[in-house]
C-alpha cells in the first residue's frame, strides 16, 4: 500500500481531502497530516510517503519552499500542490520543482 500525507493549515480541508475519496480503493493509507510547512516537513522527512498533497499558502514556511527543502534534504517521493491562489511566479515554481 502506498503512504499519503497531507499538508494543509486548515483543518477543515485536511479532513475533506482525507474523507474525499476512499484512498484504500487505490492502494493508499494517509499516514500523516501537515498542520503548516513547518510541520509539514517535519513529517515528510520523518514518514517519507509516495505522495503528499501539499497547500501552496500556508503560514511560516509555503508549500514551494517546503517542497524545495524536502527535495534538498533528499526526498525522492511524488508531490501534488493544491490552492485556490493565482499568482502565476507560484505556478511556475511548482512546476519547476
Known sequence: ???LMIIDDEPIVRAG????LPWSNYN???CAEGVDG???LKK???YSP???LVDVKMPGMNGIELIREAKKQGFEGKFIILTGYSDFEFAK???SL
Open 50 to 52: 509516495d505522495l503528499v
Open 17 to 20: 481531502i482525507k474523507n474525499l
Open 44 to 46: 515528510v522527512l520523518e
Open 93 to 95: 515554481s511548482a512546476v
Open 1 to 3: 500500500m502506498y503512504q
Open 38 to 40: 513547518k510541520d509539514g
Open 28 to 30: 493508499f493509507e494517509v
